[in-house]
């Protein structure tokens, strides 16, 4: 599927990225900020599902009974045992050598390493679960785990004690880089509930484009662990505020914690977040199955900046966000309600040095050796892969298969090694297939003294897997769906000193567009991937070395280091962005009030759609509630207060709806009519403009209504606005766009009229008015006015605040010269007029989120908000001291 709305950040190429210039262009973006006043703390917090090291408990085994190494299903109401006690299981003083100890954790060595590097240029902590404790085996050599509601508070801290101490622990090979950990402490229904639940029944298929009722292996719903991902995630979040500090840069990593981002915006909307998935991110036809999406997605959208793998899976969430959320995507982002969440892409690499290293160690020799005298005389097929559906790992079997039917010349002389190693949610029914397949060929094609098959079900030594790297003739790894995949680039790095074979990539990977020169193919097709094979085990050594040498520079230069440090200068580039500059504080109810009651006049200014009421599908129907009628129609008897609705709506519609409160004032189509508290007729404010262009903007929408679907023309008498809140979303931004940019192109610069772009609509009118020039009509014919109260949502409404902020002065009183729109009254100029109001008393309020981008000095979530507070003022009972509220 095509999306027409492009997220506009632009990956990292291999070609283009040098660590040494990234971290050099990270200094200079900290350097401008710090000198633009916006703080940095010089820390990064990562938040990941797992610490990077393993908990165990030292000393003999417990008498207590002990919960299995697998916790008890989490989905019954109560444990199966009861959990032991501290003293039943002997634990000694944390000072003696025999309590607590911690080991690094397996897998994810590419993340942790970028995560690592980082402490070079930054102060570091990691945030993530303990995981399972385990104690020393027992007799029968069984590990045994201690369940997480028997740890009290003080275990709890002697453990955080002890992470303290074993800050290097991440990888003893390379000490001196360090970073703090921290640990999140989740109950054991909970953790196992939100990991084996949530996480690897409904999100991770989901998030490969499967389905969970296509993967499960047992009967349940799929909400049946919602509330236990959204209480992890709120742990997750609780252990990011407790060590957070202003400046702080925080990413979070992966599918386990969608919601963190949105939780940390709410508690604190000043927090610097970046979110980045590590797996794929489907279409939005797959993740609209989800029943959760919207909170899902809001919870990522929380985020400064939301990262992908590649620029597909980044294009996948924009569309989501449209056709799921009815999001608008804007020129760096999503807008949610105002604040805009930046996508971005850059696909994650391996510590090339750490992985030369270990393809080198003295142990890999002799094993490769043996491997190739073992298979002496025929050529070497590796692959090796989660025992997981997503893997591939029957389809690879099928086209091995093909391979041996379609290419008979290679019975006897080609072997395929494929280790699965078993993945954490294991599949015994997959397990079963594979291995009946495997049979199945070996039976047919294999001999007495010759099988073409060897599978290992197990997780292999580091030297024997970098030895079956070095001795292919070629590798072939095919996911059917994947994120990264470490095992291709640890392969090209193992043939460095080796053959230099060729590697066979499936198309649908997150590195396949950087690695370019492998044979990439679609693993659902077995005969291309047969012909692959054959291909690749023919390649002469010249092609070989050729596209060895290319993918050698991608894997050796796009490095998990240099991931990390583009992760930190992109979300960095985020604090300079305009959309994200300006965080405005809720609106201060106290203060209000005080101001209100001590005014002797006060200015009441007032947007209509998404102000007074919520914006909807169809404009028609957006009419005003009792409770904001009530509002008005009190504000306006007050004698003190004068009332404006400043609206885009034209005016019969305004009159339709408030014509029956005479004392209320109305501005429609943005200034362009004006009818004064009390008057019967409108001013137009147009008539002396040239209004011909009218005609060729009515042509031009015209043109784009007939090509999209669902768009209509609201013809008005000053302007002419195109709507596509109908249509299909992606499609009518396109359109949007197309047309906005013919008519700049084409017609601004010969006629005085300017092209505004709204929610879901696109709207040409007269270059000289603007809601800000009623504003400043206003300000000056009610120069002793004490308070101004004026509220809006949308860009538009930004021409409101502006004037009220130029209408100030931080010296004494303000002066005001006339406005343009004032004209001489029998003969006599007008003149400059001094305000009363003084700054502290213009609550200029915008309506959304408080990162939103504008020039309001406070916010309000929604227009019932709104509402509320006028009703509040109205009701309230007058008071030499406000009651505090």
Same mark, same amino acid.
């Given at each position: 599927?095509?999306?027409?709305?492009?997220?506009?950040?632009?990956?990292?190429?291999?070609?283009? &990225?040098?660590?040494?210039?990234?971290?050099?262009?990270?200094?200079?973006?900290?350097?401008?900020?710090?000198?633009?006043?916006?703080?940095?703390?010089?820390?990064?917090?990562?938040?990941?599902?797992?610490?990077?090291?393993?908990?165990?408990?030292?000393?003999?085994?417990?008498?207590?009974?002990?919960?299995?190494?697998?916790?008890?299903?989490?989905?019954?109401?109560?444990?199966?045992?009861?959990?032991?006690?501290?003293?039943?299981?002997?634990?000694?003083?944390?000072?003696?050598?025999?309590?607590?100890?911690?080991?690094?954790?397996?897998?994810?060595?590419?993340?942790?390493?970028?995560?690592?590097?980082?402490?070079?240029?930054?102060?570091?902590?990691?945030?993530?679960?303990?995981?399972?404790?385990?104690?020393?085996?027992?007799?029968?050599?069984?590990?045994?785990?201690?369940?997480?509601?028997?740890?009290?508070?003080?275990?709890?801290?002697?453990?955080?004690? &002890?992470?303290?101490?074993?800050?290097?622990?991440?990888?003893?090979?390379?000490?001196?880089?360090?970073?703090?950990?921290?640990?999140?402490? &989740?109950?054991?229904?909970?953790?196992?509930?939100?990991?084996?639940?949530?996480?690897?029944?409904?999100?991770?298929?989901?998030?490969?484009?499967?389905?969970?009722?296509?993967?499960?292996?047992?009967?349940?719903?799929?909400?049946?662990?919602?509330?236990?991902?959204?209480?992890?995630?709120?742990?997750?979040?609780?252990?990011?505020?407790?060590?957070?500090?202003?400046?702080?840069?925080?990413?979070?990593?992966?599918?386990?914690?969608?919601?963190?981002?949105?939780?940390?915006?709410?508690?604190?909307?000043?927090?610097?977040?970046?979110?980045?998935?590590?797996?794929?991110?489907?279409?939005?036809?797959?993740?609209?199955?989800?029943?959760?999406?919207?909170?899902?997605?809001?919870?990522?959208?929380?985020?400064?900046?939301?990262?992908?793998?590649?620029?597909?899976?980044?294009?996948?969430?924009?569309?989501?966000?449209?056709?799921?959320?009815?999001?608008?995507?804007?020129?760096?982002?999503?807008?949610?309600?105002?604040?805009?969440?930046?996508?971005?892409?850059?696909?994650?690499?391996?510590?090339?040095?750490?992985?030369?290293?270990?393809?080198?160690?003295?142990?890999?020799?002799?094993?490769?050796?043996?491997?190739?005298?073992?298979?002496?005389?025929?050529?070497?097929?590796?692959?090796?892969?989660?025992?997981?559906?997503?893997?591939?790992?029957?389809?690879?079997?099928?086209?091995?298969?093909?391979?041996?039917?379609?290419?008979?010349?290679?019975?006897?002389?080609?072997?395929?090694?494929?280790?699965?190693?078993?993945?954490?949610?294991?599949?015994?029914?997959?397990?079963?297939?594979?291995?009946?397949?495997?049979?199945?060929?070996?039976?047919?094609?294999?001999?007495?003294?010759?099988?073409?098959?060897?599978?290992?079900?197990?997780?292999?030594?580091?030297?024997?897997?970098?030895?079956?790297?070095?001795?292919?003739?070629?590798?072939?790894?095919?996911?059917?769906?994947?994120?990264?995949?470490?095992?291709?680039?640890?392969?090209?790095?193992?043939?460095?000193?080796?053959?230099?074979?060729?590697?066979?990539?499936?198309?649908?990977?997150?590195?396949?567009?950087?690695?370019?020169?492998?044979?990439?193919?679609?693993?659902?097709?077995?005969?291309?991937?047969?012909?692959?094979?054959?291909?690749?085990?023919?390649?002469?050594?010249?092609?070989?070395?050729?596209?060895?040498?290319?993918?050698?520079?991608?894997?050796?230069?796009?490095?998990?280091?240099?991931?990390?440090?583009?992760?930190?200068?992109?979300?960095?580039?985020?604090?300079?962005?305009?959309?994200?500059?300006?965080?405005?504080?809720?609106?201060?109810?106290?203060?209000?009030?005080?101001?209100?009651?001590?005014?002797?006049?006060?200015?009441?200014?007032?947007?209509?759609?998404?102000?007074?009421?919520?914006?909807?599908?169809?404009?028609?129907?957006?009419?005003?509630?009792?409770?904001?009628?009530?509002?008005?129609?009190?504000?306006?008897?007050?004698?003190?207060?004068?009332?404006?609705?400043?609206?885009?709506?034209?005016?019969?519609?305004?009159?339709?709806?408030?014509?029956?409160?005479?004392?209320?004032?109305?501005?429609?189509?943005?200034?362009?009519?004006?009818?004064?508290?009390?008057?019967?007729?409108?001013?137009?404010?147009?008539?002396?403009?040239?209004?011909?262009?009218?005609?060729?903007?009515?042509?031009?929408?015209?043109?784009?209504?007939?090509?999209?679907?669902?768009?209509?023309?609201?013809?008005?008498?000053?302007?002419?606005?195109?709507?596509?809140?109908?249509?299909?979303?992606?499609?009518?931004?396109?359109?949007?766009?197309?047309?906005?940019?013919?008519?700049?192109?084409?017609?601004?610069?010969?006629?005085?009229?300017?092209?505004?772009?709204?929610?879901?609509?696109?709207?040409?009118?007269?270059?000289?008015?603007?809601?800000?020039?009623?504003?400043?009509?206003?300000?000056?014919?009610?120069?002793?006015?004490?308070?101004?109260?004026?509220?809006?949502?949308?860009?538009?409404?930004?021409?409101?605040?502006?004037?009220?902020?130029?209408?100030?002065?931080?010296?004494?009183?303000?002066?005001?010269?006339?406005?343009?729109?004032?004209?001489?009254?029998?003969?006599?100029?007008?003149?400059?007029?001094?305000?009363?109001?003084?700054?502290?008393?213009?609550?200029?309020?915008?309506?959304?989120?408080?990162?939103?981008?504008?020039?309001?000095?406070?916010?309000?979530?929604?227009?019932?908000?709104?509402?509320?507070?006028?009703?509040?003022?109205?009701?309230?009972?007058?008071?030499?001291?406000?009651?505090?509220?």
């Amino acid at each position: 599927m095509d999306s027409f709305a492009e997220p506009v950040l632009d990956s990292a190429k291999p070609s283009q &990225l040098s660590l040494p210039e990234v971290r050099d262009a990270i200094k200079a973006l900290q350097q401008q900020h710090l000198e633009h006043g916006i703080k940095l703390s010089g820390r990064i917090i990562h938040v990941c599902h797992y610490l990077p090291v393993e908990l165990s408990k030292l000393g003999g085994s417990s008498s207590a009974p002990l919960t299995p190494p697998k916790t008890p299903d989490y989905r019954d109401g109560k444990l199966d045992v009861q959990p032991p006690s501290l003293d039943q299981l002997n634990l000694t003083d944390v000072k003696k050598p025999a309590k607590w100890q911690v080991a690094p954790r397996h897998g994810h060595s590419a993340t942790i390493s970028g995560i690592r590097s980082l402490s070079e240029t930054h102060e570091q902590l990691i945030v993530g679960w303990v995981g399972d404790i385990e104690v020393a085996r027992n007799s029968a050599g069984v590990s045994e785990t201690i369940p997480a509601n028997s740890l009290t508070e003080e275990d709890k801290k002697e453990v955080e004690e &002890l992470l303290d101490e074993n800050e290097e622990a991440l990888e003893s090979e390379e000490p001196g880089k360090k970073a703090k950990l921290v640990p999140v402490w &989740l109950d054991d229904k909970i953790a196992h509930a939100h990991y084996e639940g949530y996480c690897k029944t409904i999100l991770w298929p989901l998030f490969h484009y499967l389905l969970w009722q296509d993967v499960a292996t047992e009967t349940s719903t799929v909400d049946d662990n919602w509330d236990a991902y959204v209480q992890a995630n709120q742990a997750f979040t609780d252990a990011v505020l407790r060590v957070a500090q202003p400046g702080d840069l925080i990413w979070i990593h992966d599918y386990h914690l969608l919601l963190v981002p949105g939780m940390l915006r709410k508690a604190n909307s000043d927090s610097i977040v970046g979110l980045f998935i590590h797996t794929p991110f489907p279409s939005s036809e797959v993740f609209r199955c989800l029943p959760k999406r919207k909170e899902v997605l809001d919870g990522m959208l929380g985020a400064n900046l939301v990262c992908f793998q590649t620029y597909a899976y980044s294009r996948h969430f924009a569309s989501t966000c449209t056709r799921v959320c009815g999001y608008e995507i804007v020129s760096r982002g999503v807008d949610v309600q105002g604040h805009v969440a930046a996508i971005g892409h850059c696909a994650v690499g391996i510590d090339a040095d750490r992985v030369a290293k270990d393809a080198t160690r003295p142990g890999v020799k002799p094993k490769a050796e043996a491997l190739r005298a073992l298979y002496e005389g025929k050529k070497i097929i590796v692959g090796r892969d989660k025992l997981d559906v997503v893997k591939g790992v029957l389809q690879k079997l099928k086209a091995f298969e093909k391979l041996l039917r379609d290419y008979p010349e290679w019975r006897g002389n080609v072997v395929l090694i494929q280790v699965t190693a078993p993945a954490q949610a294991d599949s015994s029914k997959l397990e079963h297939q594979v291995s009946e397949l495997v049979a199945s060929i070996n039976g047919e094609f294999g001999s007495l003294d010759f099988i073409p098959i060897h599978h290992y079900h197990q997780t292999i030594k580091r030297d024997e897997f970098y030895a079956l790297l070095s001795v292919a003739d070629l590798a072939v790894i095919t996911p059917l769906r994947d994120g990264m995949n470490t095992a291709s680039m640890e392969f090209v790095i193992a043939q460095e000193h080796a053959n230099k074979s060729p590697l066979i990539l499936s198309e649908f990977m997150g590195i396949s567009n950087n690695m370019s020169h492998a044979l990439q193919i679609n693993p659902w097709n077995l005969g291309d991937v047969a012909a692959a094979i054959n291909y690749g085990l023919l390649m002469s050594e010249e092609e070989k070395a050729q596209r060895h040498a290319a993918l050698y520079g991608v894997v050796t230069t796009h490095t998990s280091h240099t991931w990390a440090a583009v992760l930190v200068k992109m979300l960095l580039s985020q604090l300079d962005n305009d959309l994200t500059a300006h965080q405005t504080p809720l609106l201060n109810k106290p203060q209000l009030i005080q101001s209100y009651e001590k005014a002797k006049k006060r200015l009441f200014l007032f947007d209509y759609d998404g102000t007074l009421t919520p914006i909807v599908k169809t404009p028609s129907m957006a009419v005003p509630s009792p409770e904001a009628l009530e509002a008005l129609t009190k504000l306006s008897e007050d004698p003190r207060n004068v009332v404006y609705i400043i609206s885009g709506r034209d005016g019969d519609f305004l009159e339709h709806h408030f014509g029956h409160l005479k004392k209320i004032g109305m501005s429609a189509e943005h200034g362009s009519f004006v009818r004064s508290p009390g008057a019967d007729g409108w001013s137009n404010l147009t008539e002396e403009l040239d209004m011909s262009w009218m005609d060729e903007v009515l042509e031009i929408f015209k043109y784009y209504t007939e090509r999209t679907t669902g768009s209509h023309i609201e013809t008005k008498k000053c302007s002419i606005t195109w709507h596509y809140r109908a249509s299909d979303p992606e499609w009518g931004l396109f359109q949007c766009r197309q047309c906005q940019d013919l008519l700049e192109n084409n017609l601004t610069h010969k006629r005085p009229i300017e092209v505004l772009v709204g929610k879901k609509n696109l709207e040409v009118r007269p270059i000289a008015v603007n809601k800000g020039e009623i504003v400043k009509r206003i300000l000056y014919n009610n120069p002793d006015a004490e308070m101004v109260f004026c509220a809006g949502d949308d860009k538009t409404d930004e021409d409101m605040f502006r004037s009220l902020r130029q209408s100030m002065s931080s010296n004494g009183p303000a002066v005001m010269q006339p406005p343009a729109g004032v004209i001489a009254l029998n003969g006599v100029e007008p003149k400059p007029v001094q305000l009363a109001i003084r700054p502290e008393s213009i609550f200029s309020t915008a309506v959304g989120a408080s990162s939103k981008k504008t020039l309001a000095s406070w916010h309000v979530t929604t227009p019932q908000e709104v509402i509320e507070h006028m009703l509040e003022l109205v009701n309230k009972p007058s008071s030499d001291a406000p009651a505090n509220i």
